[in-house]
């Protein structure tokens, strides 16, 4: 069993960065599937950024269209942590973001492919 903890949220204002991270148990983690996903108040979980493992340090990432070009998604395969770097910050991400992995294939957008999941991190923007 994997286990996966995310740290790093916080209040901030419209325009700032922010990185979390979340570190995760288990020898393999260069070949997890890892993902961020956000849940604001009254809404759905929905699907941030996944990376995936192609080859050698090669990885695949994939961006929910609104934080594209805002976020970043890395790994330090030495440290089993994954990154999420928040730039641009809105009021709309304001979200528990919540770190999962996974060693399935399926769809990296969906919160049904992924197995294990950390408690979230807090993150508000303020306007």
């Known amino acids: 069993q994997v286990q996966v903890a995310e740290s790093g949220g916080g209040l901030v204002q419209t325009g700032d960065s922010l990185r979390l991270s979340c570190a995760a148990s288990g020898r393999t983690f260069s070949t997890y599937v890892m993902g961020w996903f956000r849940q604001a108040p009254g809404k759905e979980r929905e699907f941030v950024a996944a990376s995936r493992w192609i080859a050698g340090s090669t990885y695949y990432t994939r961006y929910t269209d609104s934080v594209k070009g805002r976020f970043t998604i890395s790994r330090d395969n030495a440290k089993n942590t994954l990154y999420l770097q928040m730039n641009s910050l809105k009021p709309e991400d304001t979200a528990i973001y919540y770190c999962?992995?996974?060693?399935?294939?399926?769809?990296?957008?969906?919160?049904?492919?992924?197995?294990?999941w950390g408690q979230g991190t807090q993150v508000t923007v303020s306007s």
């Open positions: 999962a992995s996974t060693v399935s294939r399926r769809s990296l957008d969906s919160h049904w492919t992924y197995d294990y």
